[in-house]
């Protein structure tokens, strides 16, 4: 029995035999997610999307800080905003990936002069996104994406409340302000594996979308071209360490003249000690001339 034994450990701790082993490991992890690719584990960016059709839900709280200068008013005006979303995707046939999501978000005035200006501010937005991948090799892939993004807010400002009442006698219900944004965005998302630790992927997609505002029914055109690249890095197969590292850069090129990019920089870092199962804080940067600061906390289930 103990010749048995022995002789079946030296057949387990072949080179031939790790080699299928670990090849049976990358096809079970392959068919567990389809985030896997060429080795690497991909990481969810709040910034970039990703090309994966992975079957996922997932959960996310933000919250953002931004300071507004604005000429001739009493002092600068803070702002702080609180988003709560959820997101799911499944796939249909191995081949087509429907992710649906919800958002909900309320913007503030940071301290009294700005509670005043700013009163309350909530919106919501609902999300529906098609993903059909049109070429998966071992190392890269590349996917097709339709998006669409309605999106409905409602805000009143005290300030303009009473300055209004005071000149047009108008009900106070007349001071609330709504806006409805449609959003359609065809894109194309990319990602290729550099090693077993570095992944990047990339998105290049043009955002039709049409901002409503009533009273009034003016419409602004809030068209834009995006481009984004991100980092993803996992530091188990380096250091042994169930850790997960996301760098991420997008920017929203306007279509129409007068209005700025809107820059974006991001920094996550996220637990792996499961693979399908990954807890992130993920801090951004918005660089224009109202910069803000945000930090994301999300859960995410691939299942």
Sequence with gaps: MSAKASAQNTDIRSPQRRSGLQ??????????????????????????????????????????????????????????????????????????????????????????????????????????????????????????????????GTSFSPLVAVANEITTKAQSSNFLISTSTSHIEPGLLAAVTLSPVFGLSAELSRIFATTTTTPGGDQTDDGTVRTGLALSSNLRPLLAIPIGLTAAYRNDWPTRSGVEATPMYEFGIFEMLRPNFNFGAEMTRLMTSTPTISVLLSLTYYY
């Design 23 to 152: 090849a049976q490991r990358a096809k079970a992890a392959q068919s567990l997610s389809s985030r896997y690719l060429g080795g690497h584990y991909f990481l969810k960016s709040a910034l970039v999307d990703i090309p994966f059709i992975a079957p996922y839900v997932s959960s996310s709280l933000e919250g953002a800080f931004a300071t507004l200068h604005i000429a001739d008013a009493e002092s600068d005006i803070k702002a702080a905003g609180l988003t709560p979303s959820f997101s799911g995707q499944f796939h249909i046939a191995n081949a087509v990936g429907i992710e649906l999501g919800a958002g909900f978000s309320e913007i503030i005035g940071a301290d009294d002069y700005s509670a005043l200006v700013l009163g309350a501010n909530f919106s919501y937005a609902i999300s529906a996104t098609l993903r059909v991948p049109i070429i998966r090799e071992e190392q890269w892939m590349l996917t097709t994406m339709l998006k669409f993004a309605p999106k409905h």
